[in-house]
T-cell receptor
Framework: ETGVTQSPTHLIKTRGQQVTLRCSSQ?????VSWYQQALGQGPQFIFQ???????GRGNFPPRFSGLQFPNYSSELNVNALELDDSALYLC?????????????FGEGSWLTVV | AQSVTQLDSQVPVFEEAPVELRCNYS??????LFWYVQYPNQGLQLLLK??????LVKGINGFEAEFNKSQTSFHLRKPSVHISDTAEYFC?????????????FGKGTLLTVNP
């Protein structure tokens, strides 16, 4: 167990809807990042938050947005869902924002868009 | 920008045999290198990482990897595998000294250990 918890574990949404995924970081970690893992693919970096501010973003459209709260928990919001958004969404946390630090992944949220 | 190529999508081996999972990367800047393992229906777990220093890195569960800068490779090895090593393995890179992780992953190698 990594101490990173995600909810919900599975959900089904309809195309065009909006979804919110939640992540609770490991205790003492102030940095959280989100990844999308499509079936049969490696995870792709969506964005990273450090002390409530976004400090890095991958090649995802603006309808993917996030928040980090004062307790360092985080949300990933996706608007106007598309079928290709069906994937495992992984949250990861670390003690700070620098590359090279070990990051700890949660078990993910499976999103199916129909 | 960085990219990672895992040369084998699937590697079947017999229990107690040695295994090598191959990873090549491309980057215009210095990078850190990682191997992660993903068991079915679970998140990713770090096996080992290379930041600097000795090019031979030892990780958990008896795995090791060797960084080869001239060949831009970071192959993962284990001298004797167990059934429990059956999982998906991902190689990843991130820019060294960066202010965010932005791990770039390969597509993964499914290691299947047969009795």
């Amino acid at each position: 167990e990594t101490g990173v918890t995600q909810s919900p574990t599975h959900l089904i949404k309809t195309r065009g809807q909006q979804v919110t995924l939640r992540c609770s970081s490991q205790s003492g970690h102030n940095t959280v990042s989100w990844y999308q893992q499509a079936l049969g693919q490696g995870p792709q970096f969506i964005f990273q938050y450090y002390r409530e501010e976004e400090n890095g973003r991958g090649n995802f459209p603006p309808r993917f947005s996030g928040l980090q709260f004062p307790n360092y928990s985080s949300e990933l919001n996706v608007n106007a869902l598309e079928l290709d958004d069906s994937a495992l969404y992984l949250c990861a946390s670390s003690v700070d924002q620098y590359s090279g630090n070990t990051i700890y992944f949660g078990e993910g949220s499976w999103l199916t868009v129909v | 920008a960085q990219s990672v190529t895992q040369l084998d999508s699937q590697v079947p081996v017999f229990e107690e045999a040695p295994v090598e999972l191959r990873c090549n990367y491309s980057s215009s800047v210095s990078v850190y290198l990682f191997w992660y393992v993903q068991y079915p229906n679970q998140g990713l777990q770090l096996l080992l990482k290379y930041l600097s220093g000795s090019t031979l890195v030892k990780g958990i569960n008896g795995f090791e990897a060797e960084f080869n800068k001239s060949q831009t490779s970071f192959h993962l090895r284990k001298p004797s595998v167990h059934i429990s090593d059956t999982a998906e393995y991902f190689c990843a890179v991130s820019p060294s000294g960066g202010s965010n992780y932005k791990l770039t992953f390969g597509k993964g190698t499914l290691l299947t250990v047969n009795p």
